[in-house]
């Protein structure tokens, strides 16, 4: 079983920055990838970034020069600076992982509990 844990998110002014942690245990064989999405009030949930198990970023548009996502390999810890926050950014933050089990060597796709950050002033 995997589990991802997140951390960080708290109500920052316009402009600020934040950053998240999202922390996967487990038994894990492969960490394939890892992301982050963010649902806010009356709308779907939206990619924000992720990164391949090589360690290539992406972002979404609405985040690029803004967001970064990174990760720590010998932690199995990806994050997510976010600078220059603004309102509409304000959403539940969910990591997203995807895994290959240890011994089952079955593929897991797995979901953090979420984290709130409201930019408000």
């Known amino acids: 079983q995997v589990q991802l844990v997140e951390s960080g998110g708290g109500l920052v002014q316009p402009g600020g920055s934040l950053r998240l942690s999202c922390a996967a245990s487990g038994r894990i064989l492969y960490i394939n990838a890892m992301g982050w999405y963010r649902q806010a009030p009356g709308k779907e949930r939206e990619l924000v970034a992720a990164?391949?198990?090589?360690?290539?970023?992406s972002h979404a548009d609405s985040v690029k020069g803004r967001f970064t996502i990174s990760r720590d390999n010998a932690k199995n810890t990806v994050y997510l600076q976010m600078n220059s926050l603004k309102p509409e950014d304000t959403a539940v933050y969910y990591c997203n992982g995807r895994f290959t089990a240890a011994t089952t060597y079955a593929s897991l796709e797995v979901w953090g509990q979420g984290t709130l950050v409201t930019v408000s002033s």
């Open positions: 990164i391949s198990r090589g360690g290539t970023p």
